[in-house]
């Protein structure tokens, strides 16, 4: 897609949401750790804060747009955020997730909430927003991220070596039963 064509997706998705949300998104533009991205109901991305395109990689937001989640990243959680904006479609409700791992491929855990989008006079469900932080440090209820995170670089650090059970359980400060 050329930038024009790009820029096009973009003011017809914004058209039909009305006027107004456009400054919304001006306004999450600038939210230093909060980021977001807007698709459209066919899972297109339309828009992305600066935040999130730093924790994606991304050298801009034209370069996401016109873009589903698994074009950008595939695997399993592509799937799960496509899943998720499918699911606020349906319902036309809210979806406040407690977790979700970054896009960065990072270990850092991701607050997020997903909402739908309707046409500027609401008849429509046009697509989601989804808006989310990402921690620094695990949650207390997940004390055991740090020792996976551990287990997770060793393996990433050692491909080719032959890994047991027993020897990825030490690493994790745990036993094989647990």
Known sequence: MTVKEKQQVRTDFFAEIGENFLGVKEM?????????????????????????????????????????SDELFPGDKSEIWLANDRSVLRSGRPLHTTHSHAADGSMRLSLKSVYPIRSADGSRLIGTMCLYRQNSTPEPALGWHDRIKGVTSYINAHPTEELTLKRLAKLGSTTPSK
């Open 28 to 68: 999450l533009d600038h939210i230093p750790a909060g980021a977001m991205y807007i698709k459209a109901a066919d899972g297109r991305i339309v828009a992305l804060n600066r935040r999130n395109c730093e924790i994606c990689n991304l050298p801009d937001e034209f370069s996401a747009i016109g873009l589903r």
